[in-house]
């Protein structure tokens, strides 16, 4: 198994999948500044996504680059356009330049759908996001499709699990957003993440945008409860019921069928 680069490996995501990727066999460098420890079997390379002379040690002979470092819990849209869009873009000149072989992994998110949308979030929608978040990630995807490196781009939605108190924020963000009690989130679990980068990492959707999803999208309302909280229901219409529900169709028929299929499961497993 090649070595592989990993971006953002103290967030929620990474922080999950490096162990699992090393438990698998891959010989992993994870990107890192200021000399923050990384897990055991996991080489450390120091570099700036904002500073792209420094990312040529950390992207020369690998044979995949997983990027998932992204800025998204700050009210600084400046600074999310920099970090997710220009520190994208300067891993790709670097992978251009040091690593024109590697297959590049860009991880993105379900918000790159119209709020409007009238049927759940497909690959092939139009993409129409209202903040800056999801727009840094749909320009990120667009460089990426047109850099000439072999890609695949995945958008994950509500991600959970694995002791990363996510669903356990998810009713202070509720309340934030005003979201409706019936609104329905598509959701997947750090271990489904795990599973379709490594079918990434074989190839298995090179050239192709992918959403991931569980089988079991649940209301807010439900997942509120799940976390331990309760909010006010509602009778209401719902203006728009698509909103964070995505097609998980596409990665069905290319071969990924998630384990821990509804957040049901993950709580009576133990898996939160």
Same mark, same amino acid.
């Given at each position: 198994m090649g070595k592989i680069l990993v971006t953002g490996v103290t967030g929620l995501v990474g922080a999950r999948l490096l162990p699992r990727l090393v438990e698998a066999g891959w010989d992993c460098r994870a990107l890192v500044r200021g000399g923050k420890d990384v897990p055991a079997g996991v080489t450390a390379v120091e570099g700036d996504l904002l500073d792209v002379e420094s990312l040529a040690p950390a992207v020369k002979g690998v044979s995949a680059i997983i990027h998932l470092a992204a800025v998204f819990r700050t009210q600084d849209p400046d600074l999310i356009w920099k970090s997710n869009r220009e520190g994208t873009r300067n891993l790709i000149i670097a992978a251009q330049t040091h690593a024109p072989e590697a297959r590049f992994i860009l991880a993105s998110t379900a918000h790159v759908y119209n709020a409007t949308s009238p049927h759940p979030g497909r690959e092939d929608d139009a993409v129409d996001p209202q903040h800056a978040y999801p727009a840094s990630k749909a320009a990120a995807e667009q460089d990426l499709r047109e850099s000439g490196l072999t890609w695949a781009v995945l958008r994950f939605p509500f991600v959970y699990g694995?002791?990363?108190?996510? #669903?356990?924020?998810?009713?202070?963000?509720?309340?934030?957003?005003?979201?409706?009690?019936?609104?329905?989130?598509?959701?997947?679990?750090?271990?489904?993440?795990?599973?379709?980068?490594?079918?990434?990492?074989?190839?298995?959707?090179?050239?192709?945008?992918?959403?991931?999803?569980?089988?079991?999208?649940?209301?807010?309302?439900?997942?509120?409860? #799940?976390?331990?909280?309760?909010?006010?229901?509602?009778?209401?219409?719902?203006?728009?019921?698509?909103?964070?529900?995505?097609?998980?169709?596409?990665?069905?028929? #290319?071969?990924?069928?998630?384990?821990?299929?509804?957040?049901?499961?993950?709580?009576?497993?133990?898996?939160?």
């Open positions: 694995d002791g990363d108190g996510h #669903l356990e924020m998810l009713p202070k963000h509720a309340v934030a957003q005003q979201l409706h009690p019936a609104m329905r989130m598509s959701t997947i679990h750090h271990r489904d993440i795990a599973g379709a980068v490594s079918m990434a990492l074989a190839g298995t959707l090179d050239g192709r945008i992918v959403n991931l999803s569980d089988e079991g999208p649940l209301s807010v309302y439900e997942l509120v409860k #799940l976390a331990g909280a309760s909010m006010e229901s509602s009778s209401e219409p719902l203006q728009n019921p698509w909103y964070l529900h995505v097609d998980g169709s596409l990665a069905r028929r #290319l071969g990924f069928q998630p384990t821990v299929r509804t957040v049901y499961q993950a709580v009576q497993e133990n898996l939160l």
